[in-house]
């Protein structure tokens, strides 16, 4: 599924160079000997700047994300990122993730090369009014939780959570959501839990968790934590500790996380099915170390899709989303999950870990970030 390279002065090199095609000066027009062209700009991220682009190969739209290279190792992400991916796509083809096609150095830029995919879940929710309904996020719910699961059980946490991170397929995958941007993603398991520690503020604050505030070690609860808060952000429109004001951004966060403390779960939650007000109070009530209960919560929200169906008087399809209504869409492509996936912490799990350090020689590990960062609310 990967095509990954690195331009390199080095002739003794297997891997064929890149070749620049643009002004070393500005960002390059065409990468990897012209198989990939850049067309227009589609946003800034923390880290770098994404554009649409076409694969002269398969004739496809792509999605390629360029990063100035940086004297500080530190400030880089995509190598990063791209490691994440691997460790992601190791197995068949996940649901839920965009597939990584090229990487690549070229220039004075890391180039990264994805599958292209539609908009983000804050434009959806932004194009719906500011909020959606009770149908719309609890399917947005189970794939998001499948996603969880997935990357969970690679041994990573994401740390990022948010709507700008979750996007749609195109075509007939329109209506699958994918997880993207892994540059803070971070190792909790490698042959057992990372430890309990203090830590910096990572990730974007609305959304974070109260542990994550706290200075605490992210683990699979912190990510779950916001989805929560993601969750009821769609129910709502808005959340209690949204569009507060502060002089310093360590002053917002302050703010933010005593806002998020002293707002009551039942409060929060008020006026939305009751589902959602258990998820929070669970993932807030989890220790740092424990298995989610995945298939215990996708139970609960699909029987909070029957019965918001019942209520309906129809079957609630996968792709029967807010902004979906009234759209031919077309044939589409069915989400596929796998009945269970095993977690690290898993005994099975465990003992095929075992069996392929014996086989390899040594343990599999997964890629340590470099730098962290934190997104205002």
């Known amino acids: 599924f990967f095509a990954v390279h690195r331009a390199t002065t080095n002739r003794s090199s297997n891997r064929a160079p890149c070749v620049m095609s643009s002004a070393s000066k500005g960002p390059p027009q065409s990468i990897a000997s012209g198989r990939f062209e850049l067309k227009n700009h589609l946003g800034s991220g923390c880290f770098g700047e994404v554009y649409r682009g076409f694969d002269n190969a398969t004739g496809c739209e792509v999605a390629i994300k360029l990063e100035k290279v940086s004297l500080r190792p530190g400030h880089m992400q995509l190598a990063h990122e791209v490691k994440a991916l691997r460790q992601i796509w190791k197995s068949a083809r996940p649901q839920g993730f965009a597939q990584l096609i090229h990487f690549c150095e070229e220039g004075r830029y890391n180039c990264m090369v994805m599958e292209r995919l539609g908009k983000n879940l804050e434009d ?23 996603c969880m699961e997935h990357l969970h059980s690679k041994g990573l946490v994401h740390r990022d959570i948010k709507p700008d991170n979750f996007m749609c397929g195109v075509g007939p995958r329109r209506h699958h959501l994918h997880l993207i941007d892994f540059g803070l993603s971070n190792t909790y398991y490698d042959k057992k839990h990372v430890i309990l520690a203090k830590k910096s503020l990572t990730g974007t604050v609305r959304y974070a968790s109260i542990n994550t505030h706290n200075s605490l070690e992210q683990s699979r609860r ?13 129910l709502r429109g808005s959340l209690p500790w949204s569009g507060l ?14 806002r998020k403390i002293s707002t009551p779960i039942p409060e929060l939650c008020e006026g ?12 807030r009530g989890m220790k740092f170390a424990e298995r989610p209960d995945y298939m215990g919560w996708q139970k609960r929200f699909r029987q909070l899709r029957d019965r918001l169906a019942a209520q309906e008087g129809r079957a609630i399809q996968d792709h029967d989303f807010d902004w979906n209504e009234g759209q ?5 492509e069915p989400l596929c999950y796998p009945e269970r996936i095993a977690q690290p912490d898993d005994r099975q799990f465990r003992s095929r870990l075992r069996g392929l350090g014996f086989v ?3 343990s599999a ?7 962290a960062a934190v997104a205002m609310a």
Do not use: N, W
């Not at 004001?245 to 703010?255: G, I, P």
């Not at 031919?328 to 589409?332: I, V, W, Y």
């Open 245 to 258: 004001t502060a002089r310093t951004m360590s002053e917002k966060c302050e703010m933010i996380r005593r």
């Open 360 to 362: 390899c020689g040594r």
């Open 272 to 283: 939305q099915p009751q589902e959602f007000e258990a998820f929070l109070g669970y993932c």
């Open 328 to 332: 031919d869409l077309g044939t589409l």
């Open 365 to 371: 590990r997964c890629a340590e970030p470099e730098s």
């Open 222 to 234: 912190d990510d779950l934590e916001a989805v929560a808060h993601m969750l009821l952000y769609f």
């Open 124 to 146: 959806r929710v932004q194009s719906c009014g500011g909020k959606f309904s009770s149908q719309t996020t609890v399917l947005i719910a189970q794939q998001v939780l499948h």
